[in-house]
């Protein structure tokens, strides 16, 4: 027999990445934090974390029974919330994870209608240009761009999307339109950080051909939605998704330099562990990402460009 608290010890310690410290949080000694913890790898007859004096981090076979856990630990919590004020109101909590750009606008805009139709839920947001270690992280679901290979993962597409080279018109007032793909080498390009690696090769397909430049410029962040303020500032040109500014070309405030090209596609993902039992919470919020995003990216035509050199 598997003991819940013993379990429940087992998620903390992998969240906090310390025994002592998962054992504060639960009442618990050092000492008792570790015997328990002890116990429960006799009983799965596996060890679940490797120890040394400096670090404590989970093993391929603790990984893998920590999916299991926090999805009993869920079932255990929806179960009783259904108990507690029937089935026909969702509540608990849902840890949602995505890019900066499109969690503060778009996602959060999107979000709004569902919040009030289930004020009982707390829907957490979780915001990082970088990619979130579900394992690691007390996360749901989290927003992604591109399908990730993680074969513990479940991806969902929400919608297609791709990248788009946009300016505002005070830049290209100030400076004209790029001639060309290729004279972006010369022009102040806002590049973006990603998962620590400067994204500052650019490519697109114009005229039957892939074209790829190295850009450089004076501004450069690990914030996509910091990189956005910029372009509609005025202070270069970036290259953005197409769905974080697909109101700002709609708009006007920024223009799409080159409409004819075709750009790298990064449809939008919902990624979550895999798991035979989702919470009904976790179910009605993928259900609503997935009907928002479509009507979303079917909204209004984008603003033509205007000509070049203007």
């Not at 906090?16 to 000492?31: H, K, M, N, V």
């Not at 893998?64 to 079932?75: E, K, P, T």
């Not at 953005?240 to 993902?269: H, M, N, Q």
Request: glycine share 8%; proline share 5%; aromatic share 8%.
């Amino acid at each position: 027999m598997i003991h819940l608290p013993d379990v429940e010890l087992f998620i903390r310690v992998a969240e906090l990445g310390s025994i002592s410290a998962a054992g504060r949080a639960l009442g618990l000694s050092p000492a008792a934090a570790s015997a328990a913890l002890k116990r429960l790898e006799r009983r799965v007859d596996s060890q679940l974390f490797e120890r040394s004096t400096r670090s404590l981090r989970l093993t391929q076979a603790g990984e893998d029974f920590l999916g299991f856990c926090v999805q009993s630990r869920q079932a255990l919590e929806e179960g009783l919330a259904a108990l507690k004020q029937g089935r026909e109101q969702l509540s608990g909590e849902i840890h949602l994870g995505a890019p900066s750009d499109l969690g503060r606008d778009r996602l959060d805009t999107l979000l709004e209608p569902f919040r009030r139709r289930h004020p009982q839920l707390r829907l957490v947001m979780h915001l990082a240009d970088d990619l979130i270690d579900l394992y690691r992280n007390p996360i749901d679901l989290v927003l992604r761009y591109g399908l990730s290979q993680d074969s513990n993962l479940v991806g969902r597409k929400l919608c297609d999307n791709g990248r788009v080279l946009v300016a505002s018109p005070d830049y290209l007032a100030r400076h004209g339109h790029p001639e060309s793909f290729e004279a972006l080498a010369g022009r102040n390009c806002i590049c973006f950080y990603r998962n620590g690696e400067l994204f500052n090769r650019w490519r697109l397909f114009l005229d039957g051909h892939q074209r790829e430049v190295t850009v450089a410029g004076d501004r450069a962040a690990n914030d996509g939605a910091l990189v956005r303020k910029w372009a509609r500032e005025g202070y270069g040109i970036a290259y953005k998704s197409r769905l974080d500014v697909i109101d700002d070309l709609a708009s006007g405030a920024l223009v799409d330099l080159f409409p004819a090209a075709r750009y790298d596609e990064t449809p939008l993902y919902v990624a979550y562990p895999s798991r035979r039992y989702q919470p009904a919470r976790i179910k009605a919020l993928l259900a609503w990402l997935a009907e928002a995003f479509g009507a979303a990216v079917a909204g209004p035509a984008v603003s033509p460009p205007p000509p070049a050199g203007s």
